[in-house]
């Protein structure tokens, strides 16, 4: 069984910086291909960012190209979300998600464990 925690959620002013990661334990890590999630209220959950096993490919949502940073640190079993010139529209809960996928996916139904979600907001 695959266990996930996020952590570095909280609370930035608009421009502002955080950095998301997420530990997982269970199976070894490098067989997921990795994802970080966001859900706003009322919202569907959507790929924000994705990182295949060993960290040579990349996914972004074009919303946050050149501002959110996916990485991976195999060796710690660690995927992080660094997130920077933060907007009020990026208030939402984080998830990260693993995809036994050999590159990763954006379909959301492929990813197969979740986090509990860290709760990112942005004041204006």
């Known amino acids: 069984q695959v266990q996930m925690v996020e952590s570095g959620g909280g609370l930035v002013q608009t421009g502002g910086s955080l950095s998301l990661s997420c530990e997982v334990s269970?199976?070894?890590?490098?067989?997921?291909?990795m994802g970080w999630f966001r859900q706003a209220p009322g919202k569907e959950r959507e790929l924000d960012a994705a990182?295949?096993?060993?960290?040579?490919?990349?996914y972004y949502r074009d919303s946050v190209k050149g501002r959110f940073t996916i990485s991976r640190d195999n060796a710690r079993n660690k995927v992080s979300l660094q997130m920077s010139s933060l907007k009020p529209e990026d208030t939402a809960v984080y998830y990260c998600?693993?995809?036994?996928?050999?590159?990763?996916?954006?379909?959301?139904?492929?990813?197969?464990?979740w986090g509990q979600g860290t709760q990112v907001t942005v004041s204006s």
């Open positions: 269970g199976r070894t890590f490098r067989t997921y291909a």
């Open positions: 990182i295949s096993r060993f960290g040579l490919t990349t």
């Open positions: 998600a693993a995809t036994s996928r050999v590159v990763f996916t954006t379909t959301r139904e492929e990813y197969d464990y």
